[in-house]
């Protein structure tokens, strides 16, 4: 194959890669940011969503938007069905059951991995995003909280150095982040979940595997267990889960 003269490349073709390049990412930053609504409760499960609406709110055409919906649908997000529209897809017990189920094995799994080969480097990071988190809830700041949560919980799968086990978590967890978010709704719980994280972080500090895996495990345990109490909704007339209803 000849190689490429760069000088022989056309500036117009340059600015239609650039555009080409532009298009591919903006429905990706759309997704990113519906993804966000619709683990945030913005986007509750069962609603339907307005294309029209949300071209609006976000300043795009209906392809990006249309491409991003089929990213969040790849992902089990939302439903899309020819002539009936697009909905958040509903969460039931069931499946927030197998969810917690497989995340606390695996990710107990990683937490022993990760203790194994932990560094001092490694701690003082885990220490670092720790304290943030601390100041977060400190402060009533759930979404940074939930970010930093999020990405402990992901920096201790990455330190466990088994690629497989990245793998599966990172496919699942698209699905538990809107799970989980709904678990931090609650002050007491989100009180018990900062605790629990200094107790996993003091356990991997000491490099006691079994108390980590244990520590982690009932911790995911426990989140699953609040989530799951979120969506009963006999007392709310709303019909969806009482920490999505209105007014709450």
């Known amino acids: 194959m000849p190689d490429i003269d760069a000088n022989n490349i056309s500036s117009s073709s340059v ?5 080409r390049i532009q298009r591919q990412s903006l429905h990706l930053e759309v997704a990113d940011n519906l993804r966000d609504m619709i683990v945030e409760g913005v986007l509750p499960p069962g609603q339907r969503i307005s294309e029209g609406d949300l071209c609006d709110q976000f300043g795009i055409s209906r392809t ?13 997000l939302v439903e899309i069905k020819p002539n009936r529209g697009t909905r958040v897809s509903e969460i039931t017990l069931e499946d927030i059951d197998e969810l917690f189920e497989a995340v606390s094995g695996i990710e107990r799994l990683c937490g022993e991995l990760a203790t ?16 943030r988190m601390t100041n977060h809830f400190k402060n009533g700041q759930r979404h940074d909280y939930f970010r930093l949560n999020q990405e402990t919980h992901n920096l201790i799968v990455q330190l466990s150095g088994n690629s497989v086990l990245r793998e599966i978590h990172a496919n699942i967890m698209i699905k538990v982040r809107r799970a989980r978010y709904l678990a931090i709704l609650s002050v007491e719980r ?8 200094a107790g996993i972080l003091e356990a991997m500090e000491v490099r006691d595997v079994d108390l980590v895996g244990k520590r982690i495990r009932d911790h995911v345990f426990k989140t699953g267990e609040i989530v799951k109490q979120t969506f ?12 999505y209803a209105k007014g709450s």
């Open 190 to 197: 989100w009180e018990e979940s900062v605790n629990e994280h």
């Open 232 to 243: 009963n909704t006999e007392n709310s007339g709303s019909g969806k889960p009482t920490l």
């Open 64 to 76: 990006p938007m249309r491409e991003a919906l089929k990213v969040l649908a790849s992902e089990g």
């Open 116 to 131: 194994l080969k932990l560094t001092e480097s490694n701690l003082e990071h885990l220490k670092n995003l720790h304290e």
């Open 15 to 19: 600015t239609s890669v650039k555009k």
